[in-house]
């Protein structure tokens, strides 16, 4: 049985467009191979696009930096926030990490842009954190105060879509 893992595993909910899967397999088989074998195998809305032969699973890695469009189904974004943000020289979000340990990340060393295109749509592009992944949610959260249950029925999708 093949072996798979994510180089950027989504969180529940969140739609990736162009994500990057490592397989590991026994056999030899060529690149396109492997996509007309896993095309035939994936669900209806999932395909693979392309595969390239890496010898070490560290060799395979996600992008240093993430594109974001966030949907509020109901809801506007607060354009005044988000020009507080843009002004702003520093904006701290604090979270803890697996083992309980607290940390501060200052979001605006990692966000390169974040655009407002629609009332209700957004368009973010993250720089990642030293291995830590910068989730539009956390954004959401602390740059727009957006409560829990409104986060959680936004529409995020990572990758480069052009709206």
Known sequence: MPKLSFADPLPVGMVGLNEVLFVRIRAEMSGDDV?????????????????ELVTEKHALRGSDVDMYTVLLPEGKFNRQRLEQ???????????SNKKGVSKTIDLKRVILSIDLIKPNRL?????????????????????????????????????????
Do not use: T, W
């Not at 007309?36 to 392309?50: A, K, T």
């Not at 943000?85 to 979270?95: A, C, N, P, T």
């Not at 740059?143 to 879509?161: C, E, S, T, Y």
């Open 35 to 51: 996509i007309r074998r896993m095309n035939q195998e994936l669900p209806d809305g999932l395909s693979m696009h392309s595969c």
């Open 85 to 95: 943000f843009l002004q702003s020289k520093q904006m701290e979000f604090h979270y």
């Open 123 to 163: 368009q973010l592009s993250i720089r990642n954190h030293g291995g830590k992944r910068i989730r539009p949610a956390m954004v959401l959260k602390r740059d727009f105060d957006l409560p829990d249950d409104q986060i959680k029925l936004a529409a995020i999708i990572k990758g480069d879509l052009h709206v």
